[in-house]
């Protein structure tokens, strides 16, 4: 049985693939590239059908953040032209995450740059999560704060957070060398505390940051260790001021076999196209759908991404669907298993975990670490690079902080 028929079948049973596996996907060729997709894409519809879950980023607090992340456009000493703001009202963040429920949206994510959360912090996002809810009481609300302390996911959850984001972004091996002012344990423990807490657990990774094939690979399978509900891909966005900034290691092609590894690892948990979509894999978004079952509608973090209304025509056209407030994200056998993540957001849950997939820093998509002599060699054995297409990458100027109306 060749590689790809082995792929399918591992993952219409939810077997784990081997390492030399997941490994052969991404070193596929371009000749092969319309049957990796197919293959993830059999393995995508047995468990999500061909429904596309909308996810909507509320940046509450924008740069000006303390720690390092290379990857991150409001990392400490960043000269990216951010928008900066400190933390939003309650009422600012409800009336953003509505815009994005309007357009469809059933999750909000509630982004915070920072290390972590004070106490006063919890304080503010559950009143925030109140006023949501209150406009909407079935919206998904998952929050992204960074490092948690001891009884803040506990906190998040009685105030009626359904799901908590931090992400592994890369393997443990080089994680120093994307940061040094934390630690890949410290994200590994706060998962674990919001899984602990009954949170649905979101984690995923930033792919383009010059890891090898072998990083990517260990972080998916240290990803698949820890049962989050959803893993959001990130694609690096190199911005202009971040020592990332030259980092253009992605086509849309390597995006597609990057997809469809995770996909394989993960059969059946939740895969979102998160920061970088538009970026790199451009006018291949609509192959991105036959793997991934998510992505966020609308703009990012720190940029932005294409009208709301074109991500809506391009589901549409590829002849997906905008999965409902009613439709239940993960498969039965998870929701079953974990209880469901409570509410009658039907989020598909574990009683357990947390977070999800933002659109920058110690959340989501930024960023990358600058290449290493491995890096090069892995680019040169992929026959990858890309052009560096900064045209693409357009700074968020409108929604959450601005006078302008969000996209949605
Ligand atoms: S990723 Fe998060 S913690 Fe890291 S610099 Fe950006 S906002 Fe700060």
């Known amino acids: 049985m060749d590689l790809l028929d082995t792929l399918t079948d591992k993952g219409l049973r939810r077997e784990l693939p081997t ?35 909308l996810n909507y980023l509320v940046n509450l607090k924008s740069g000006l953040c303390p720690e390092d992340c290379s990857y991150c456009s409001q990392r400490l000493g960043s000269k990216a032209e951010i928008l900066k703001y400190t933390w939003l009202k309650p009422e600012q963040a409800a009336e953003a995450a509505a815009a994005g429920v309007a357009g469809g949206a059933k999750r909000v994510c509630l982004v915070a740059s920072g290390r972590g959360p004070t106490d006063r912090d ?109 893993v959001p891909v990130n694609f690096l966005i190199p911005f202009e001021g971040t020592p990332l900034a030259e980092e253009w290691n992605l086509t849309p092609q390597r995006c597609l076999r990057i997809l469809a590894m995770v996909r394989f690892v993960c059969p059946d948990i939740e895969v979102r196209i998160a920061g970088g979509r538009e970026v790199h894999l451009r006018s291949m978004q609509p192959l991105g759908l036959h793997i991934a079952n998510s992505i966020f509608l609308g703009d990012y973090l720190t940029s932005e991404g294409q009208a709301g209304q074109a991500d809506l025509d391009m589901i549409k056209d590829a002849g997906f669907e905008v999965e409902g407030a009613e439709q239940t994200t993960l498969p039965r056998h998870r929701v079953t298993a974990a209880g469901g993540c409570g509410g009658a957001s039907a989020c598909g849950g574990h009683g357990e975990d947390a977070a999800d997939a933002c659109g920058t820093g110690a959340c989501g998509p930024c960023g990358g670490h600058s290449a290493t002599g491995a890096d090069v060699e892995a680019e040169a054995a992929a026959g990858e690079s890309d052009e560096a297409r900064t045209d693409l990458v357009r700074v968020r100027r409108r929604g959450a902080g601005t006078e302008l109306a969000p996209n949605a």
């Not at 596996?21 to 519809?45: I, M, N, W, Y």
């Not at 998904?140 to 972004?169: P, T």
């Open 19 to 53: 390492r030399e596996e997941a490994l052969a996907v991404l070193a596929t060729t371009d000749d092969e590239l319309l049957d990796v997709v197919a293959a993830a894409g059999r393995v995508r519809r047995q468990w999500f059908g061909r429904r596309v879950k």
């Open 122 to 230: 919890i304080d503010r996002v559950a009143d925030t999560i109140a006023a949501i809810k209150d406009a909407d009481e079935q919206v998904e609300v998952c929050a992204c704060l960074g490092l948690l302390s001891d009884n803040q996911a506990e906190r998040l959850k009685a105030a009626g957070a359904d799901a908590y984001n931090h992400n592994l972004n890369t393997s443990e091996s080089t994680y120093g060398d994307i940061t040094t002012t934390h630690t890949y344990a410290d994200r590994v423990d706060t998962v674990a505390k919001a899984h602990g807490a009954g949170l649905s657990a979101c984690s995923g990774l930033i792919a383009g940051m010059g890891e090898s094939d072998a990083d990517l690979v260990d972080v998916v399978f240290a990803l698949r260790e820890l049962d989050p509900d959803s």
